[in-house]
């Protein structure tokens, strides 16, 4: 019987298994492995040179790794101020979070990634936040209509190459190719080119001289 290493410390297995994936190296787990064990008994922000301490790291590097931890969204840090006095907590629940979402299958990831690209590109475009009822109208296009993000992209790049940023525009380019079965970024190329040959035609024809034989009259005799 272990005289030591049996000595209760919850050390979580998927983390063990799957920190690779996580995109965190063997140093990096060491010091999460800390800030679990400090997690046990407080939540408040130990320094640098406490963590240190405990490991062959020296501070500047325990401190480096701590922020790229932060930047990698595995641990979160807030600032608490009252009474001029100010004390540092962090969280461990974005690790936690990222640990379940292994559960979920990549498709659904990219799904959620393509739609919060998506929505951030709305936004860029149109200079401000969408309202509630432009995302659910984002999420219709996806949801029940079946239009992809690329498709839904190409169809914002129509609106505003021809100045006509709006919701109302974008739907109407979305179900004149739904009609014409319109699926991919090709598919919506070649009705662009249809359109744009159709409309040349048209304009040719309009202004093609109009003969008045019955007068016997000829445009080009002037």
């Known amino acids: 019987m272990f005289q030591y290493i049996n000595q209760q410390l919850a050390v979580p297995k998927?983390?063990?298994?799957?920190?690779?994936?996580?995109?965190?190296?063997?140093?990096e787990l060491v010091i999460l492995l800390k800030m679990i064990l400090i997690s046990s008994e407080s939540n408040e922000m130990p320094s640098f040179e406490?963590?240190?301490?405990?490991?062959?790291?020296?501070?500047?590097?325990v401190a480096t790794l701590i922020q790229g931890l932060i930047q990698k969204d595995m641990l979160q840090?807030?600032?608490?101020?009252?009474?001029?006095?100010?004390?540092?907590h962090f969280s461990l629940q974005p690790l936690d979070d990222k640990l379940?979402?292994?559960?979920?299958?990549?498709?659904?990831?990219n799904k959620q990634l393509d739609f919060t690209q998506l929505f951030e590109r709305f936004e860029v475009q149109f200079g401000r936040p969408l309202t509630p009822i432009e995302m659910q109208t984002l999420t219709h296009w996806i949801d029940t209509d079946h239009h992809s993000?690329?498709?839904?992209?190409?169809?914002?790049?129509?609106?505003?190459?021809?100045?006509k940023l709006s919701f109302k525009y974008i739907d109407r380019i979305l179900l004149n190719w739904k009609k014409r079965n319109v699926k991919t970024i090709d598919d919506s190329k070649a009705v662009r080119k249809?359109?744009?040959?159709?409309?040349?035609?048209?304009?040719?024809?309009?202004?093609?001289?109009?003969?008045?034989?019955?007068?016997?009259?000829n445009p080009y005799d002037k």
């Open 100 to 109: 379940a979402a292994l559960d979920i299958p990549a498709d659904v990831i």
């Open 14 to 27: 998927r983390l063990i298994s799957n920190y690779s994936k996580l995109g965190i190296n063997e140093t």
């Open 77 to 88: 840090v807030t600032v608490n101020h009252s009474d001029s006095h100010y004390s540092e």
């Open 149 to 163: 993000t690329e498709l839904i992209n190409t169809a914002l790049d129509e609106a505003t190459v021809h100045d």
């Open 50 to 61: 406490a963590v240190a301490k405990e490991t062959s790291l020296d501070v500047n590097q």
């Open 194 to 217: 249809d359109f744009q040959q159709t409309k040349q035609f048209t304009k040719t024809i309009e202004n093609f001289p109009v003969f008045d034989w019955v007068n016997g009259e």
